[in-house]
T-cell receptor
């Protein structure tokens, strides 16, 4: 079974721009969660989608949004990028249990 | 407040030596505890997962223990190798409608030749 895939793997954007990251979960998994990881903060939960609906949300500003498609693929969007948004963005898929499988992440650098 | 604390923050050991990483949590109601290994710039990979009734779980040279009474877990690495250099993250999950996850900030381990 293929693992969680994330695209792109690396991204460089300028302050003020917007960015869209993509995550394809493991086949059959309907839950997708997004996390931001920075050196000082560790893993911070952004949101979770299940069957195209946002089920949980972390404490991030409205500039961070996401969606899930009918095939369970998910996208995350960050608008009006700030320098502090530079981070590794991780996606994790889950088969509706406590299991979580992480993707390789997207490294976003905002200059 | 649900929290997971890991110690030490960082650790340097020589190849072939053993080490133990600690995880203390105040998460309720507890569902399970997982240890992840994360190589730099990559996603975390699960090493072990333990539920309330399990107090030890091994995965090769990695052995995790869980004391649900004191809410402590440890990850013991035996005969360390250079490839063990990574961050180790403790995650505790609990069920509140849906499963939620509390992440520790990790222990950064460096193994030197």
């Amino acid at each position: 079974k293929a693992g969680v895939t994330q695209t792109p793997r690396y991204l460089i954007k300028t302050r003020g721009q917007q960015v869209t990251l993509s995550c394809s979960p493991i086949s059959g998994h309907r839950s997708v969660s997004w996390y931001q990881q920075t050196p000082g903060q560790g893993l911070q939960f952004l949101f979770e989608y299940f069957s195209e609906t946002q089920r949980n949300k972390g404490n991030f500003p409205g500039r961070f949004s996401g969606r899930q498609f009918s095939n369970s693929r998910s996208e995350m969007n960050v608008s009006t990028l700030e320098l502090g948004d530079s981070a590794l963005y991780l996606c994790a898929s889950s088969p509706q249990s406590y299991e979580q499988y992480f993707g390789p992440g997207t490294r976003l650098t905002v200059t | 407040k649900n929290q997971v604390e890991q110690s030490p923050q960082s650790l340097i050991i020589l190849e072939g030596k053993n080490c133990t990483l600690q995880c203390n949590y105040t998460v309720s109601p507890f569902s399970n505890l997982r240890w992840y290994k994360q190589d730099t710039g990559r996603g975390p990979v699960s090493l072990t997962i333990m539920t309330f009734s399990e107090n030890t779980k091994s995965n090769g040279r990695y052995t995790a223990t869980l004391d649900a009474d004191t809410k402590q877990s440890s990850l013991h690495i035996t005969a360390s190798q250079l490839s063990d250099s990574a961050s180790y993250i403790c995650v505790v999950s609990f069920l509140s409608g849906t499963y939620k996850y509390i992440f520790g900030t990790g222990t950064r381990l460096k193994v030197l030749a």
